[in-house]
């Protein structure tokens, strides 16, 4: 893990709407989507950042999947 770093692995849904300047309304409806890279931990939604990295490039060149 990233224990020397300190880095997060994960952001929350309001975290990443900031990052991606989205609203958090539409972060949400992201979050409930199949191809979405978002875990459910009991009640509370996580968004791996490499997982979020990896979809937003496939979002932007075409290609579909996660």
Same mark, same amino acid.
């Given at each position: $893990?990233?224990?020397?770093?300190? *880095? #997060? %692995?994960?952001?929350?849904? !309001? *975290?990443? /709407? &900031?990052? @991606?300047?989205?609203? &958090?309304?539409? $972060?949400?409806?992201?979050?409930? #989507? &199949?191809?979405?890279?978002?875990?459910?931990?009991? #009640?509370?939604?996580?968004?791996? @950042?490499?997982?979020? !990295? &990896?979809? %937003? *490039? /496939?979002? /932007?060149?075409?290609?579909?999947?996660?």
């Amino acid at each position: $893990m990233n224990a020397q770093t300190n *880095e #997060r %692995l994960t952001l929350t849904p !309001e *975290e990443a /709407a &900031k990052q @991606l300047g989205v609203s &958090k309304p539409t $972060m949400y409806a992201l979050c409930n #989507r &199949k191809d979405f890279p978002s875990v459910r931990v009991g #009640r509370k939604i996580i968004i791996p @950042l490499v997982a979020l !990295e &990896k979809w %937003l *490039e /496939a979002q /932007a060149t075409g290609r579909s999947g996660a």
